[in-house]
Structures are given as C-alpha cells and as structure tokens.
C-alpha cells in the first residue's frame, strides 16, 4: 500500500518549485489550444469517454480549482459543473491568465480537510495542467509532445503527487519504450498513448 498524497506532502522534497513547474505547463497547454477550432469540439481524446469540448471544460474547471488555491488558500472539493462563457478555448485561456496572475500564494493549501504545501499543490496541477494540454494536442491533430525538460522535470515529482493506489482518477501506466523521450514516459506514466 502506497503513502498517501498528503502524508507525502511532510516529505521534504529539496529543489521542489512548483510554481514554476506549474507556469511551464501552464504555457504549454495556452500552447496546445491554441490550433483548437468550434467544429473540433466533438473529437475524441486519450481520455476515455470525453470529447474535446468535455476535456477544455475540464482543464477550465482544474485550472479554476489552482487559482482557488493559489489566491486563497482553500480548494473547495464540492464545485459546481465546469461551465465558462459558452467558449471552452476562452474558457481555458481566461482561468490560465487568471492561476498565472495570481500572487502571494499561501504556504499551505486546504483542500477539503487536508492540507499540503503550495509547492506541492503546483507541482499536482502542473503534471494534471500538462498532460491535459498534450490531451489537447493530440485530439486537435497538432501532435504537440510535452517538452523534453518540462517532462523531464514532472517525472520527477510524479512519485510525490500521483495517489497510490491510482483509483478511479488516474489511468494505471503504459509501458513506454526503454529510450523513450522523457515526454513520452510522462505520458505513459499517466496511462496514455498517442490516438
């Protein structure tokens, strides 16, 4: 049985800056739904189940949920549906440029009744932040991979935020090839490949 997210969250992690994880994917996922048109909404993705426009309301509402965090120190785990102005693309733009704004970030997030370090919370949303963009990418048919030291860097801190036992949230890993790039072991790690 694997330690849970919030005890690792007392793990002293040395070099950990998620903020600065969480803005390098942040831009990459910008980067991603940018080649994102209306009629492509219905497209399927690496995640089961959603189309296009369900992943960017998602990816919306995660982002959503990390300025929450960010601005206040508190993450609501009861939210309301993903929704936004009718435009997921805007939707997604406008909850990135509002997390990237946010400042004087608490030491410590609450989420619901737990509680984990800012670091450590920014770390989580970078990895959910980044493969979601590379989710958008690949059902868009732009193919954009997760930048080499961008992957690099979330695989690192990949044992500290990934729950395990995985659940029902995250997809149990693929195998990726032995000398795979370090996007695409990211990737596999978080139970996908390329549609």
Known sequence: MGTPMHERARVPCPGLRGRG????AVGFALASVQAVTPEMMPRRTPCASWDL???LLHLHDSLTALHEGAASGRVALERPPPGGD??????????AVRLLRATGAPARVEVGDRG???????????????VHGWDVAQASGERR???AGLADDLLKVCP????EPRGALFADPVDAA????????????????PL
Do not use: K, Q
């Open 21 to 24: 994880l969480l803005e390098r």
């Open 53 to 55: 426009e369900m992943l």
């Open 86 to 95: 009718g435009d997921p693309v805007s939707s997604v733009r406008v909850s």
């Open 116 to 130: 984990l370090g800012h670091d450590l919370m920014a770390a989580a949303g970078a990895v959910e932040v980044a």
């Open 145 to 147: 991979p997760v930048p």
């Open 160 to 163: 500290l935020v990934l729950p």
């Open 178 to 193: 032995p000398d795979a790039p370090a996007g695409e072991r990211l990737i596999a790690l978080l139970g996908r490949r």
